[in-house]
T-cell receptor, first 112, second 107 residues
């Protein structure tokens, strides 16, 4: 069964450093999402792509976060500089038609 | 998310009993409502969803009901088993998630 792939699975960094996360959606899924999930809370949508275009990035802290999906397939989420409050699970999801989402295993970020 | 409220935040049930989680939404345009189950340290997984053109959907021990007039939808788990213990999230069509319900099934 096809799955969403994410790497790395775990990342520890010091504040003010740059970090990047990678996501490879299920083949053929045009819609890709990045979420941030703080422990004990629900996922919060950061950015949604339709193919290579951003559909919604209203909750993305654009002063430090950036996301791209240049060829409409895999995607990278970057944080620069990282802050202590960025420690969370970063989840990527994809969907075929924009509703049913399939989540990846996530990247657990710890900022020291 | 602020568009979806979920209750209760925690729920403890005896094995074999039923569990019900309720979510309310604010956007009248919402037409798709998924429910996700997240076990500790794992990714959220879709367990059931409902679209606004139906009022109820069942899948074995899990059912979801939708009341568009009242703007709420509920997850029903019958004959609960220990493996049902997890955090459950509702969401709306704008991908705004509820805060989650931690369900514990007591053996």
């Amino acid at each position: 069964e096809a799955e969403v792939a994410q790497s790395p699975r775990y990342k520890i960094t010091e504040k003010s450093q740059a970090v990047a996360f990678w996501c490879d959606p299920i083949s053929g899924h045009a819609t890709l999402y990045w979420y941030r999930q703080i422990l004990g809370q629900g996922p919060e949508l950061l950015v949604q792509f339709q193919d290579e275009s951003v559909v919604d990035d209203s909750q993305l802290p654009k002063d430090r976060f950036s996301a791209e999906r240049l060829k409409g397939v895999d995607s990278t989420l970057k944080i620069q500089p990282a802050e202590l409050g960025d420690s969370a699970m970063y989840l990527c999801a994809s969907s075929l038609s924009g509703d049913t989402q399939y989540f990846g295993p996530g990247t657990r970020l710890t900022v020291l | 998310g602020e568009n979806v409220e979920q209750h209760p935040s925690t729920l403890s049930v005896q094995e074999g009993d039923s569990a019900v989680i309720k979510c309310t939404y604010s956007d009248s345009a919402s037409n798709y409502f998924p429910w996700y189950k997240q076990e500790l340290g794992k990714r959220p997984q879709l367990i059931i969803d409902i679209r606004s053109n139906v009022g109820e959907k069942k899948d074995q021990r899990i059912a979801v009901t939708l009341n568009k007039t009242a703007k709420h939808f509920s997850l029903h788990i019958t004959e609960t088993q220990p493996e049902d213990s997890a955090v459950y999230f509702c969401a709306d069509y704008k991908l705004s998630f509820g805060a989650g319900t931690t369900v514990t099934v007591r053996a």
